[in-house]
């Protein structure tokens, strides 16, 4: 069974400070997510890391991605209180027929304080 | 347009009885998914559907179960509804092969 861990599960720091969010996972995936969730919110795309060594930046946020070790970041640059917000990883495994199943991490609640 | 849209977004009922969530996409995905998000925010799949074939986790009591009267369609029905079944319940969709990124709104199913 796939299994996604991430660290850490709650994250409170200041406005100018930065911080890195980590995800292993346990199986052999191609894709790694990355999705924000806002409170009574839907999941919002950030990232998807398709391959070994892929690195991905919006604004303060940069994924990257190394499959040999299992392992997805998550770096914030000099955070804001509007990333203030619950951040989940996510890997997909192909559950047949073309689909693809996401297994989650439980998340990071990242609160930015002024 | 929303691209995958969900209704109800709340839901408040009792226990015992028997309610259906509905999702419809615009966006021609083949694949669409329910995921169940619990009161600790974690979110797990429920099963993945396209006109082939329907995957069930396993874990998914038989109470529930997904209706597709079309493509763009993917109800959840659920019977005899229990105090456990209370979370927030995703729809999603997909292109086969690519990636899952298309989110509802979500429900928000209270059982009293």
């Known amino acids: 069974e796939l299994k996604v861990e991430q660290n850490p599960l709650f994250l409170s720091m200041q406005e100018g400070k930065n911080y890195t969010i980590y995800c292993n996972y346990s199986t052999t995936s191609d894709r790694l997510y990355w999705y924000r969730q806002d409170p009574g919110k839907s999941l919002e795309s950030l990232f998807v890391?398709?391959?070994?060594?892929a690195v991905k930046q919006e604004g303060r946020l940069m994924a990257s991605l190394d499959t040999k070790a299992r392992l997805s970041t998550l770096h914030i640059t000099a955070a804001v209180h509007d990333l203030s917000a619950t951040y989940f990883c996510?890997?997909?495994?192909?559950?047949?027929?073309?689909?693809?199943?996401?297994?989650f991490g439980k998340g990071t609640k990242l609160s930015v304080i002024p | 347009d929303t691209a995958v849209s969900q209704t109800p977004k709340y839901l408040v009922t009792q226990m015992g009885n028997d309610k259906s969530i509905k999702c419809e996409q615009n966006l021609g995905h083949d694949t669409m998914y329910w995921y169940k998000q619990d009161s600790k925010k974690f979110l797990k799949i429920m099963f993945s559907?396209?006109?082939?074939?329907?995957?069930i986790n396993e874990t998914v009591p038989n109470r529930f179960s997904p209706k597709s009267p079309d493509k763009a369609h993917l109800n959840l029905h659920i019977n005899s509804l229990e105090l456990g079944d209370s979370a927030v319940y995703f729809c999603?969709?997909?292109?086969?092969?690519?990636?899952?990124?298309?989110f509802g709104q979500g429900t928000r199913l209270t059982v009293v």
């Open positions: 559907y396209n006109n082939k074939e329907l995957i």
């Open positions: 996510a890997v997909d495994i192909n559950s047949g027929a073309g689909s693809y199943q996401l297994t």
């Open positions: 999603a969709s997909s292109q086969p092969g690519r990636r899952v990124d298309f």
């Open positions: 890391l398709l391959s070994n060594g």
